[in-house]
């Protein structure tokens, strides 16, 4: 598949969204990595490949995705998480806890923290006394350099606490210095946290050694998840924004919301194509194959409705099976191109974003779709890659989990 747009709209279209402030290290890094990012063709925000079914994240959108993360990533729950270091498909060990005792004095020698550290981090709280805080609150320690550390209380407005620097600290430790005084702490405020990460990569737990900043304490030293959003280093976590649990490959992978829609891609340009793909409510498009004609069908709420959609696109030989996910009557939809089979006007579009642009399938490629109902309406599921088997497309379907809470060790 492909989407239309470029890298410029999408960056600028973030912007629009985004908090005015971010750490000036993660701001830098990310100006580094679009400077030196080729550009694709302006009309193109996804590049397909031929021995792909589906959209392939292009360099460009790879750096939108680096913005997203380094920016907004931990400046927003819902699309929001940094990967640990070590390459695509460093796997997660655990770490023994250190002592729950204050070691030495620290260095405060900025630091990264621990590789397997850099994501986004949820956690389901009760009211912690923070400013604008939400059910849910997002623990970050940023990519690319596991240095800046901070808590996002809630959904909407982005609001930043505890913003911390990583210092030197013993194997097995996260040690923070407070950047600025505000939210019960006082610039310079040193926290030492014990850290484990599960044999998955699924749970993170901060066991408090001892930190000066008594609510960043309270906050910080409990079990958090492991956040699939903005940059990750994929493996089992949740999307928030779809309220949904799914185990990914080991692997760098960037995250991009567009109104109804999802899209888990990898986006290390050396690493093979992996992409998940949801789509809410799906709307159609009237006339595929039109240059002209560019009229949306209404959105799509149940199943039979997506299903007898994709029966109708020109040019594909349909089949169906039925499925289930979670629980959850499901259908499995896959179409291959009848000989000969193409659109006069290019790609064809098959669904229609919220924002603008379409999904499309290039002439001659096949599809693999799997749609089921939740929350009262039709959820389109396409998991594809350039070395994806049916098998490991099935696999990764049959992870998936519709949650109404995170997920306990």
Not at 53 to 63: G, Q
Not at 149 to 170: C, D, H, L, M, R
Request: proline residues 7%; neutral net charge.
């Amino acid at each position: 598949m492909t989407r239309t747009g470029n890298f410029d709209r999408l960056a600028r279209a973030w912007l629009d969204l985004m908090p005015s402030e971010a750490p000036d290290r993660v701001i830098d890094s990310v100006l580094q990595a679009v400077e030196s990012t080729p550009q694709v063709r302006p009309n193109l925000a996804y590049a397909f490949r031929r021995s792909s079914p589906m959209n392939r994240f292009s360099v460009a959108a790879a750096a939108a995705a680096a913005v997203v993360v380094a920016i907004a990533g931990s400046a927003y729950l819902l699309s929001s998480t940094q990967p640990r270091t070590g390459g695509p498909g460093a796997s997660a060990t655990p770490t023994a806890p250190a002592s729950p005792t204050p070691g030495p004095t620290a260095t405060l020698s900025p630091a990264p923290a621990a590789a397997a550290l850099w994501n986004d981090w949820v956690a389901d709280a009760p009211p912690l006394g923070l400013r604008d805080q939400g059910s849910r609150i997002q623990l970050s320690i940023n990519w690319p350099d596991g240095r800046d550390i901070w808590v996002q209380t809630n959904y909407t407005t982005g609001t930043q606490v505890f913003t911390s620097t990583s210092v030197a600290g013993p194997e097995g430790q996260l040690r923070v210095v407070s950047q600025l005084r505000g939210d019960g702490c006082m610039e310079g405020d040193v926290g030492t946290y014990a850290w484990n990460r599960s044999t998955n990569g699924l749970f993170l737990t901060l066991t408090l050694v001892a930190d000066q900043c008594a609510a960043r304490a309270t906050t910080l030293a409990r079990t958090w998840v492991h956040s699939l959003g903005a940059v990750n280093d994929g493996g089992p976590g949740v999307l928030p924004v779809d309220n949904i649990q799914v185990s990914m490959p080991s692997g760098r992978f960037g995250l991009h919301v567009d109104g109804g829609a999802s899209d888990l891609t990898t986006v290390d340009s050396s690493s093979p194509l992996v992409e998940l793909l949801l789509i809410h409510a799906p709307m159609g498009v009237r006339a595929p194959c039109s240059a002209q004609d560019t009229q949306t069908t209404v959105a799509m709420q149940t199943s039979a409705a997506v299903v007898a959609y994709v029966r109708g696109l020109p040019g594909l030989t349909v089949t169906t099976a039925n499925a289930t996910i979670d629980g959850h009557a499901a259908v499995h939809v896959t179409g291959t191109p009848k000989a000969g089979a193409t659109c006069t006007a290019g790609d064809m579009r098959l669904f229609a974003k919220a924002s603008g642009g379409y999904w499309t399938l290039i002439s001659g490629a096949s599809m693999s779709l799997w749609v089921t109902e939740v929350s009262g309406s039709a959820l389109i599921i396409w998991y594809h890659g350039d070395q994806v088997s049916p098998a490991n497309e099935a696999q990764v379907i049959g992870t998936m989990r519709f949650i109404t809470a995170l997920p306990t060790p």
